[in-house]
C-alpha cells in the first residue's frame, strides 16, 4: 500500500458530510474502488470509479477522481452512525498484476451522535 | 447468490505448526486472491490464482503457499508459523481478474500464533 495514501483518521457530526481522500501515483491505474471494513469484519465494495471518469454518484456515495493529480475522494453525504467504519481507497493497475489491489492504510472514520 | 466465504473464521496456533485456509469464491468467479491484513502492515497481496494456476504472487517467504482446485476453490497453507504470521488473513474472488473485474472479499480467517 506504499504507492496508495489516506489520511488515518476522520470525524464527523451525525448528518453532515464526510470527504475522505485518497492518492496515488501510478498513472497505469485503471479502475479505483472504495471498501468499507467494519471491526471484525472482510472488506465491503462500496463502489469503484473507471479512470476515465471523474465522478461517479451512487446514493449517498460520491466518487470524484482528478486522474490529473492522481487525487481520488469519496463524500458520504448525510453521514450516520452506522457509517463508522475503516474506508480503503485501493486501485487496480495494468499489467502483470492481474487480481492483485494495491491499498491504502485507510481511514478510520468516526461519526458523533 | 452466497458471498465469498472462509473457513476457518478464527484459528489459533502456536509457533512452528502449520496452518490451512479455505476460500470458496462466488459462485461462478474463477479467481481468488489471498491478502494478508495487520496493524502495522496494512493490507498485503500474498497471491492470486486463476483456473488452478497462479497468476501473480506478493512478497511473501515461501512458508506461504496456495493452490486452487477445479472448482475455483481455494486454500492457503502457512508452514511454520512465526508470531508476526497473527493476521487477518482475506481471500476475494472475481469473475476472471483481469483489470475490469471487480473483487469481492470473504470476511478472513483471523489467525493468532501463540
Known amino acids: 500500500g506504499e504507492d496508495v495514501e489516506q489520511s488515518l483518521f476522520l470525524s464527523v457530526r451525525e448528518g453532515d458530510s464526510s470527504v475522505i481522500n485518497c492518492t496515488y501515483t501510478d498513472s497505469s491505474s485503471t479502475y479505483l474502488y472504495w471498501y468499507k471494513q467494519e471491526p471484525g469484519a472482510g472488506l465491503q465494495l462500496l463502489t469503484y470509479?473507471?479512470?476515465?471518469?471523474d465522478m461517479k454518484q451512487d446514493q449517498r456515495l460520491t466518487v470524484l477522481l482528478n486522474k490529473k493529480d492522481k487525487h481520488l475522494s469519496l463524500r458520504i453525504a448525510d453521514t450516520q452512525t452506522g457509517d463508522s467504519a475503516i474506508y480503503f481507497c485501493?486501485?487496480?493497475?495494468?499489467?502483470?498484476?492481474?487480481?492483485?489491489?494495491?491499498f491504502g492504510r485507510g481511514t478510520q472514520l468516526t461519526v458523533w451522535p | 447468490k452466497a458471498g465469498v466465504t472462509q473457513t476457518p473464521r478464527y484459528l489459533i496456533k502456536t509457533r512452528g505448526q502449520q496452518v490451512t485456509l479455505s476460500c470458496s469464491p462466488i459462485?461462478?468467479?474463477?479467481?481468488v486472491s489471498w491478502y494478508q491484513q495487520t496493524p502495522g502492515q496494512g493490507l498485503q497481496f500474498l497471491f492470486e490464482?486463476?483456473?488452478?494456476?497462479?497468476?501473480n504472487k506478493g512478497n511473501f517467504p515461501g512458508r506461504f503457499s496456495g493452490r486452487q482446485f477445479s472448482n475455483s476453490r481455494s486454500e492457503m497453507n502457512v508452514s511454520t508459523l512465526e508470531l508476526g504470521d497473527s493476521a487477518l488473513y482475506l481471500c476475494a474472488s472475481s469473475l476472471a481478474a483481469s483489470v475490469q473485474e471487480t473483487q469481492y472479499f470473504g470476511p478472513g480467517t483471523r489467525l493468532l500464533v501463540l
Open positions: 490464482y486463476f483456473s488452478e494456476t497462479q497468476r
Open positions: 459462485s461462478g468467479h474463477r479467481s
Open positions: 485501493a486501485e487496480s493497475r495494468r499489467g502483470s498484476t492481474l487480481g492483485r489491489l494495491y
Open positions: 470509479i473507471f479512470s476515465n471518469m
